[in-house]
């Protein structure tokens, strides 16, 4: 089972990273485990007048570095577990990208599909009612993941707020920026990564001008990632992309910008004119130069891993690949950019964010872009060298990075 518990495979990883790293046993089972967590039960009115209750969760995994931070997922497979793991790879995410922040995840376990816009609206004043009292821009910060929204988000401050009748803007990150939201945001998860495919074709001595890549899942994250890998990397042939109802591929290159438009308009990636089908499993192993996966945890197995034909694997997704899969993916000579460094941008920026609303002072979004690609470039190198000097695979590298920087603050602080 723990090729699938998401949370048994965010331990394994850590177990990996404090052998290495020679920590004590203290701290190696004080960051094997959340700090805190809240279950809660949300009663919400339906619009059939039905009342119907909801599961939510909010894991504050540690906060030795900072205020907890990370997104709340909607998601009708949403377990405690599931909250746990994506908790603990926001511990990790804050400390390689060096944020004075810690980590935590929430969700409410609930399909949005079938939610109005008025059921979205009450199950997320419902959350803050039941989690609120504690969050806060000095306790813990939520922000979008899969299926909410900057306007879930808004709906969540204004609840926030009106409970303590006081503006709170920095209490949740991925606002709207006409409430506080920070210019470069929507886009941020995805230009990190990128920025991190750049740096590693340096390091690889790749020339990706016009190289070729895939997408899994077409979101936030997978739908920026079309149109900057073009953009940053100055060209590209993209190949293939899916979402949940399956994919899409054309060997000459779709169009990303259209790709996008077609999937916002019909909200399915299939049917874009003159693709053809393909299922998420055959668009893994896709001849490509880049690989993306943008969609959910557990996509790369020991199984499949082995059909890769990437070069690159830039998990935008967190925790796509399982730890057996990083092995296989090591010795094929694959080079991965473990989620928590290349999905770190869209933390990286709901930071700015909480650092514009304490200010209440607001930057440019060159302002924005310089700082994050500032954050990601140098937070790359830091794991690459220690892989290189090391003699470990990425995602160990960049455990390493970070679990030694968690487990200094927890000294420093005489936690252990
Ligand atoms: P999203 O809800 O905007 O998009 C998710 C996409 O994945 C959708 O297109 C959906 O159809 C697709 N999907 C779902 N199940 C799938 C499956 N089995 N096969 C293929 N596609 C599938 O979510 P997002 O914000 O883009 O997040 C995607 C991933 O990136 C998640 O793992 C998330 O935790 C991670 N992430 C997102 C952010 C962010 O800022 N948005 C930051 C860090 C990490």
Known sequence: MTEMNPFAIAQEQLDEAAEKLGLDAATHELL???????????????????????KGYRVQYNAARGPTKGGLRWHPEETIDTVRALAAWMTWKTAVVDIPLGGGKGGVTCN?????????????????????????????????????????????????????????????????????GSQGRGDATARGGVYCVREAAKVLNLDLSNASYAIQGFGNAGQFAATLHREILGGGKLLAVSDSRGGVMNAAG???????????????????????????????????????PAALEGMLTEKNSGDVKAKIVCE????????AADKVLHDKKVYVIPDFLANAGGVTVSYFEQVQNTYNYYWTLEEVYEKLDQRMTTAFHACHEMAMKSKVHNRLAAYMVSVARVAEACKLRGWV
């Open 32 to 54: 094997r485990w959340p700090m805190r967590e809240y279950h809660v039960s949300l009663p919400v009115k339906m619009d059939n007048g039905t009342t119907k209750i909801f």
């Open 112 to 180: 949005p599909k079938e939610l109005s816009e008025g059921e979205k609206e009450r199950l997320a004043r419902a959350y803050i009612r039941a989690i609120g009292p504690q969050l806060g821009v000095h306790r813990d910060v939520p922000a979008p993941d899969v299926y909410t929204t900057p306007q879930i988000m808004a709906w969540m401050m204004d609840e926030y707020e009106t409970i303590v009748g006081e503006s709170h803007p920095g209490m949740i990150t991925g606002k709207p920026i006409a409430i506080g």
């Open 316 to 323: 935008l997704a967190n925790g796509p690949t399982t730890p």
């Open 254 to 292: 779709l169009d990303p910008e259209a790709m996008v438009r077609h999937k916002l308009e019909t909200g399915a990636v299939k049917g874009f004119p003159g693709s053809e089908p393909i299922t998420n499993e055959a668009l893994l192993e896709l001849e490509c130069d880049v690989l993306y």
